[in-house]
Each structure stands twice: as structure tokens, then as C-alpha cells.
């Protein structure tokens, strides 16, 4: 027997992490599989592919290895589908700083100390922290 073609159903359910689910048929009330690379015409202010529950759709049914499945899914008249609630948006710019001018040399930035066995303290009784030898690259220097 052939499969109809484009059918209309409302999304029973719809895995966002695992981007698949069912949708219920309106002309024999089955349910078929829906995955989440089926959506067609998906929303654009979405960042992933997804279908909301209780959302009305149209769609191709095709055999799949397990069954009927969805393929070619839309929303009602082409336009694209909602997605679901719980998929995240997608970000409007991308980020991008401000632009930070060239880069300060590390001199400029950090005082340059010479080496002490115990900066600071001296003569106090009480020994201060002490430094590497080789505090700086030698191409800082």
C-alpha cells in the first residue's frame, strides 16, 4: 500500500537533548517518529532543530527501519515550525569585543624587581616571600 502524502498532526512529544519524538496523526491518530534532521523549515530565532508539544504540523510520511517516520516537516502552509520552548535561541551577534588597541609591553605593566632573598622584611626578624631568580623571560628583559 502507498504512504500518504503530506499528512498534518500535532507533536505529542519532542526530546530536545536527543532531538527526536512523536507526532499524532490527524486523519488515523497513530503516531509516527519524527527526527530532528526531518524538520524542514525550522525557526529561525532557534539554534537547534526542534518541535514544540502540542504543536501543529505537516509532514511527508516515509517507511523508516523501524516504521513510519516523518520526513519534511513544516508548519501548516510551509511556514517554518515554533520549535520547542526548551531549545536554546540563537544568539543574535556574535561576540565580539571591543577593539583593545595593541598590546601594552609586560614592563610596562608589572615593576621590574630585583632578586632578594627576603623582599620586604629585611631586618624585621621575619622572612618575607621570596622570589625566583629568573622572575622574567629573557625576552622581557
Given at each position: 500500500d502507498a504512504l500518504p502524502i503530506f499528512v498534518t498532526g500535532i507533536v505529542k512529544w519532542f526530546n530536545v537533548k536527543?532531538?527526536?519524538g512523536f507526532i499524532t496523526r490527524n486523519d488515523n491518530g497513530k503516531d509516527v517518529f519524527v527526527h530532528h534532521t526531518a524538520v524542514a523549515r525550522n525557526n529561525p530565532r532557534k539554534a537547534y532543530r526542534s518541535l514544540g508539544n502540542g504543536?501543529?504540523?505537516?509532514?511527508?510520511?516515509?517507511?523508516g527501519k523501524i516504521g513510519p517516520q516523518a520526513a519534511d516537516v513544516?508548519?501548516?502552509?510551509?511556514?517554518?515550525?515554533?520549535?520547542?520552548?526548551?531549545?536554546?535561541?540563537?544568539?543574535?551577534?556574535?561576540?565580539c569585543p571591543q577593539p583593545r588597541g595593541s598590546p601594552q609591553p609586560y614592563q610596562n605593566t608589572y615593576q621590574m624587581r630585583p632578586f632578594t632573598?627576603?623582599?620586604?622584611?629585611?631586618?624585621?626578624?621575619?622572612?618575607g616571600?621570596?622570589?625566583?631568580q629568573n622572575r622574567?623571560?629573557?625576552y622581557w628583559q
Open positions: 536527543n532531538r527526536y504543536e501543529t504540523v505537516e509532514f511527508d510520511v516515509v517507511e513544516t508548519g501548516p502552509g510551509g511556514v517554518a515550525v515554533q520549535g520547542s520552548k526548551l531549545a536554546p535561541d540563537r544568539k543574535r551577534h556574535r561576540f632573598a627576603y623582599a620586604s622584611n629585611r631586618g624585621t626578624g621575619r622572612p616571600r621570596l622570589f625566583r622574567y623571560p629573557s
